[in-house]
């Protein structure tokens, strides 16, 4: 009881607190309708009828002495079933989205916004009814019930994580910071295929920067390496081209696998009523992408009318490390999904720098510029099932040299292993190489039990030399496990890394 009685103190006394982003509350004698458009920031009008001809005449503290004299007698539990479920004793209406509750001055100080909007009308003669217009369409009646209902009880409510987002919109619309901490607090501890999108834009949305990494940084680990045709639908255009963007991006295979990802992704953004597996997705996508393209001469899909808002996310991609290969390429080419004009100095460029290190000898980067490298590294990355040695290659044509990679259960080793061939780039048997590895292994719900990094580092590399870049304890790894890499093989001054 007395835990009660202080927080109403606490409320009276306090400062108003400040407003969250994209709830914006007005006072103002608007209507009752609901408005379904959706502005850039959601607001909130109210036409405050907030006090009984019982209360008029008396000062804010003689009232307020009264209400907290009759708090005294009830519980946390009556409160909430006798005051807030049943309404008996109400002294004030709150009208929104079709529904009315029958509540208490005393408790609806404990919101923000309802502080403010008591403080301001209090002597002022009114019949007992707010009505409150919202435009956010992510709250509803039952977000506003529950928002509501928090406010007659210390014990914090179930909440699915699905309800989630709904719930923090009414909270931070009437600036519940207790609800507002629940619901950020459930949100990190379920981020997973269902929530990670619906989360992350209403952390955006009202400013959870934590809750924003978390997502961020799961979509990261999971977009490729546990891909669902339902989260790609949830994936929008922003969010994406964040994704492509990143070096952090955990890569399975090789930048051609990037190029694939935001292929289907973009067939279900067009095709959101697709229904089908992971395994027919490729599939149907080709085939949607080659009967479109069927009727389409002299441009890519990228260049037409319906393909160029998705040119920003394309443009992320790291086509430098794409057209090295000629399978590659070659998919590039038969799909038209990406305009020549962005090829064409690409393969100019690469075919320069071939020149440029079969002939002058240079030996690669010498300078490490994370800045610089977050748009210009090879991504790549594979799968370890189980505990062995595994060695693997990964080179970029013959722009660089050929890296064997080997895992072993007590450390990553990277090894040069020069290509034959009758220019002077063999002849030259010192390069160096930038790279970064990181080892990753994720339980049942995708959520990542172990990770390691070796960070942006420089290798410098004689003819068949092998080096230990990673240590690993062998204890505390578990199977399968993910194997990524960053490679940055020429100078970053090179035109093809830009």
Not at 69 to 95: C, E, H, M, P, T
Not at 204 to 213: F, M, Q
Not at 301 to 308: A, P
Request: a positive charge; glycine letters at 4%; proline letters at 3%.
């Amino acid at each position: 009881m007395g835990l009660l009685i202080s927080r109403v103190l606490r409320c009276r006394d306090s400062s108003l607190v400040e407003s969250q982003p994209e709830a914006i509350a007005r006072a103002s004698c608007l209507s009752g309708s609901r408005k379904r458009k959706r502005n850039s920031s959601e607001e909130l009008a109210t036409s405050s009828n907030v006090h009984g001809p019982q209360n008029q005449g008396m000062y804010p503290h003689q009232v307020l002495n009264y209400i907290y004299w009759k708090r005294v007698k009830i519980s946390s539990n009556d409160a909430y079933q006798n005051l807030f479920l049943d309404g008996n004793d109400s002294d004030i209406k709150i009208r929104a989205l079709g529904r009315t509750w029958c509540l208490h001055k005393v408790f609806l100080c404990q919101s923000g916004y309802f502080a403010k909007v008591l403080k301001g009308t209090w002597r002022e003669s009114h019949h007992g009814v707010i009505n409150l217009i919202i435009k956010n369409e992510d709250i509803d009646t039952r977000s506003l019930h529950f928002v509501f209902g928090a406010l007659y009880t210390d014990a914090d409510f179930s909440i699915t994580p699905l309800e989630v987002p709904q719930v923090l919109a009414a909270a931070c619309l009437l600036r519940v910071d207790r609800v507002i901490q629940q619901c950020e607090g459930i949100m990190k501890a379920t981020i997973n295929r269902n929530t990670v999108c619906s989360y992350y834009l209403a952390a955006e949305t009202y400013r959870l920067k934590a809750v924003k990494t978390g997502c961020f940084e799961w979509l990261l680990c999971n977009l490729m390496v546990h891909p669902s045709v339902a989260l790609y639908k949830e994936v929008d255009m922003k969010l994406m081209y964040l994704l492509a963007l990143s070096s952090d991006l955990l890569v399975m295979q090789k930048e051609i696998d990037v190029y694939t990802t935001l292929k289907i992704w973009m067939f279900l953004y067009l095709n959101p009523c697709w229904n089908g597996t992971m395994k027919q997705l490729l599939q149907h996508a080709n085939n949607w992408l080659s009967t479109h393209m069927a009727y389409v001469d002299n441009i890519s899909f990228l260049e037409s009318e319906e393909g160029r808002i998705f040119q920003p996310v394309f443009k992320k991609l790291r086509f430098q490390h794409i057209i090295c290969d000629l399978t590659s390429t070659t998919i590039l080419e038969q799909d038209r999904l990406i305009p020549m004009a962005w090829l064409s100095p690409i393969y100019k460029q690469q075919w320069v720098t071939l020149l440029r290190t079969q002939e002058s000898g240079v030996i690669g980067p010498q300078v490490i510029n994370e800045q610089e490298l977050e748009e210009c590294t090879m991504r790549c990355g594979t799968m370890i099932p189980k505990d062995g040695r595994y060695t693997w290659k990964w080179s970029v044509g013959r722009l660089g040299f050929p890296l064997r990679v080997t895992f072993t259960r007590q450390c990553v080793i990277l090894r040069q292993r020069c290509q034959r061939c009758d220019g002077s780039a063999c002849q030259n048997h010192i390069r160096n190489v930038i790279f970064r590895i990181t080892l990753v292994c994720f339980d049942s719900n995708k959520r990542i039990t172990f990770r390691k990094t070796t960070g942006y580092k420089i290798l410098t590399f004689e003819y068949n030399e092998e080096q230990i870049v990673m240590k690993l304890d062998s204890d505390v790894l578990t199977f399968p496990m993910c194997i990524f890499c960053n490679f940055l093989f020429v100078n970053l001054g090179n035109a093809e890394n830009k």
